[in-house]
């Protein structure tokens, strides 16, 4: 997901960059590296941060199956094996038209919208991005109970201790639901 907030003005200049964005890329080994210590860095950052490392145990202990149990920013040891091909496959599997939406929220009259929906269409229109319909997505299911607690404890040089808890819960569509809300 990519979010943008800005002065309406400026809209189009920001849909030109997504529509770029889009189009088929080739990525430069230099570049490619040269990002990779800029995320290995973060990473460390990550690593340096309490809160941070709380959320992701606690994330990690409750999806062990899902994605939602592996940090956004990555691994280091994946991200040191990761060659610039990796990120071409990524990127011709996942930015297709089939997993593309736009939403735009604010003051669009008829005349600026007319404006906007032809720029989308010399941006994203079928004669500049084919459409083709996303990679099918298997993921794993989590169990629905667990046997046994899972604890962690991290420590850190810190004057004030913090601690988490995550409960797994009904799928969004259980009757259970509105009373958990």
Do not use: W
């Amino acid at each position: 997901v990519y979010h943008v907030t800005c002065a309406a003005h400026h809209g189009e200049k920001f849909l030109k960059v997504f529509g770029a964005m889009a189009k088929p890329q080739r990525f430069l080994k230099e570049d490619f590296q040269r990002e990779r210590e800029v995320i290995l860095e973060e990473v460390k950052k990550n690593e340096d941060s309490p809160g941070r490392m709380l959320f992701q145990s606690l994330f990690t202990a409750t999806f062990a199956k899902q994605p939602y149990g592996r940090p956004v920013i990555g691994y280091t040891k994946t991200l040191k094996a990761a060659k610039v091909t990796d990120l071409e496959a990524f990127y011709r599997r996942t930015y297709v038209s089939g997993n593309m939406g736009i939403i735009l929220v604010g003051p669009v009259d008829e005349k600026r919208k007319k404006s906007i929906l032809k720029l989308l269409e010399s941006l994203f229109g079928g004669k500049v991005l084919k459409k083709k319909a996303p990679a099918p997505i298997v993921r794993a299911k989590e169990s629905e109970t667990r046997t046994k607690a899972v604890f962690e404890k991290i420590s850190f040089d810190v004057t004030t201790p913090t601690l988490a808890f995550s409960f797994r819960v009904p799928d969004i569509m259980h009757e259970d639901m509105p009373a958990l809300d």
